[in-house]
């Protein structure tokens, strides 16, 4: 059996299949993200789950891929964790999110992005994954994420940017104040995490002019430094994954046109993409499939 993990910071999906490609179950854990996580909260979060527990000694191989595996100390120390529980798997495999993504959108060159808690974007040729920069995360990168969009949201508050009548919703949402806001983002951990929470006030209201206007602003702007940068991208369609993609579709349609792109797939559950891809391209075509 295959143990399947498409992990983020916030959240990580998890899928076993059996040798002939059915579903023993899916399950959810808290973000499993190893280069902001330490190892003791990593093994506690798996730990703690009873559907993965059950399965602890039942599972062949474990292919994780996720947000912060793209280093090789991160990943390694992930590897562990997961050996350590998975005691009868004959294979750990631990990959960046980024190759879940392209799994999950396409079998074809194409630029896939990561519209998630974090962003990123890469072409595929067909074969193999070219990045075009190095991603250096949410202080300075990851336009069009939830914490892009949390930051947004949080600046625009407290410079009284926000419309009054978003600016009371936004204050019976969360805590605001000043005290609160800045031990989460300098005293606690996964303060990327923290900020992507707010993110989701713009996706689960009614949309309006303002959450129109931010994040218009913030996929113009993904799109300037994270598509454009692949010459490839006026010859193959760009792909979008992650839940921040699926609800601003419009938007992305309307952020590429002026550059006379193709939009391909957009998937907002990488997982679902990712059990297709290892149905038809890897248990299918194992040896002495039962």
Same mark, same amino acid.
């Given at each position: 059996? %295959? ?50 527990? *059950? ?55 194409? %630029? ?89 006030? %713009? ?39 992650? *839940?921040?993609?699926?609800? *601003? ?21 990488? %997982? ?19």
């Amino acid at each position: 059996m %295959i143990l399947l993990t498409d992990g983020g910071s916030t959240k990580c999906d998890w899928i076993l299949l059996d040798n002939s490609g059915e579903i023993v179950f899916k399950t959810r854990t808290e973000g499993l993200n190893p280069a902001v996580f330490e190892k003791s909260l990593l093994e506690e979060r798996i730990q703690k789950n009873p559907e993965l527990s *059950s399965y602890f000694a039942k599972v062949d191989e474990v292919h994780f891929y996720g947000a912060g595996c793209g280093t090789k100390k991160p990943a390694a120390m992930l590897k562990k964790v997961l050996e350590s529980f998975f005691i009868n798997a004959t294979k750990v495999i631990v990959k960046e999110d980024m190759v879940a993504a392209v799994y999950a959108a396409t079998t074809e060159p194409g %630029i896939v992005c990561i519209l998630g808690t974090g962003s990123n974007s890469c072409y595929y040729d067909g074969d193999n994954i070219h990045m075009s920069v190095d991603s250096l995360g949410y202080i300075l990168m990851d336009e069009a994420s939830g914490n892009h969009f949390g930051k947004r949201l949080i600046r625009d508050y407290y410079y009284k940017r926000m419309p009054p009548e978003v600016a009371s919703d936004f204050e019976k949402r969360f805590d605001l104040s000043s005290d609160a806001i800045k031990e989460n983002l300098y005293k606690k951990d996964n303060p990327n995490t923290y900020l992507a929470s707010f993110a989701e006030f %713009i996706f689960t209201s009614e949309r309006n002019g303002y959450f129109y206007k931010i994040v218009t602003e913030g996929i113009q702007e993904f799109v300037e430094n994270r598509v454009l940068c692949f010459p490839e991208a006026q010859n193959v369609p760009i792909h979008f994954i992650g *839940s921040i993609a699926h609800f *601003s579709e419009d938007i992305i349609r309307a952020a590429v046109w002026p550059y006379h792109l193709t939009v391909g797939n957009i998937v907002r559950r990488p %997982i679902d993409g990712i059990i297709d891809y290892y149905r038809n391209e890897v248990i299918k075509k194992k040896p002495n499939k039962v």
